[in-house]
């Protein structure tokens, strides 16, 4: 019998890619199980054809290619690159339902900022941000229409809010798994913080509320490089 490992695909944007390797090491270095990481990188992504002219990231639409990167089987959590994990992530891990097509943290909230990260408007629509972390069950048959083709066609409307799916299957997590800094108030309870209008590390947000998590991330980050 091997070891049990978790699986997750994070996020990346150039732009901001330091936010990724933070968010890895604040993962790696408090998980008590092995972590396989994939990083959810555009250009590496020869089988998918990006069609979207809107989004305010790289991987707005590439979570959605989670269930097909994983053959259709098993289990795999996505997560924005812009988070920082405050907690084991084999906590999260745990909670899989396997009579869920996904299960994510059902916000229901407007936002207190018209612009974020790089001038990008920050509308308000339903279910907004029950995206940016997902506990993908990959081999659930509502899934597999989630063809690379399929997902570069659909719309941010379709994709965003799971309409490709019954709402019984949709999953509810804890709130503090996805804890929406400088949205939500300060809580010292959060176990992953998701700095969803802009992460520390662009200068407009480099002092935001509960920052100083992120910076502290980012110095351990750095301790390992002899920075």
């Not at 490992?5 to 090491?25: N, P, S, T, W």
């Not at 709402?167 to 929406?180: C, K, S, T």
Request: proline residues 5%.
């Amino acid at each position: 019998m091997g070891f049990e490992k978790v699986k997750l695909m994070v996020g990346f944007d150039q732009r901001e890619a330091i936010a990724y390797h933070v968010f890895c090491q604040s993962v790696i270095e408090r998980a008590s199980l092995p972590v396989q990481i994939l990083p959810l990188a555009i250009h590496s992504l020869s089988a998918y054809q990006e069609a979207h002219e809107d989004g305010s990231n790289h991987f707005v639409y590439t979570r959605f290619l989670c269930p097909s990167l994983m053959d259709y089987s098993g289990w795999v959590i996505y997560a924005d690159g812009d988070m920082v994990c405050l907690a084991d992530i084999a906590e999260l891990w745990a909670l899989r339902n396997p009579s869920k097509a996904v299960m994510v943290v059902k916000h229901d909230y407007k936002t207190k900022a018209a612009v974020k990260y790089f001038g990008n408007k920050n509308r308000d629509y339903p279910r907004k941000n029950w995206s940016s972390l997902i506990l993908w069950n990959c081999g659930h048959p509502d899934n597999r229409m989630l063809t690379p083709d399929l997902v570069s066609k659909s719309t941010g409307d379709f994709l965003h809010r799971f309409k490709w799916l019954d709402d019984a299957v949709i999953g509810e997590l804890p709130v503090n798994w996805n804890w929406l800094a400088s949205e939500y108030p300060p809580d010292p309870r959060a176990k992953l913080i998701h700095y969803t209008l802009g992460t520390p590390c662009l200068e407009d947000y480099r002092n935001c509320e509960m920052a100083e998590q992120w910076h502290q991330a980012f110095k351990r980050t750095l301790e390992g490089m002899g920075g």
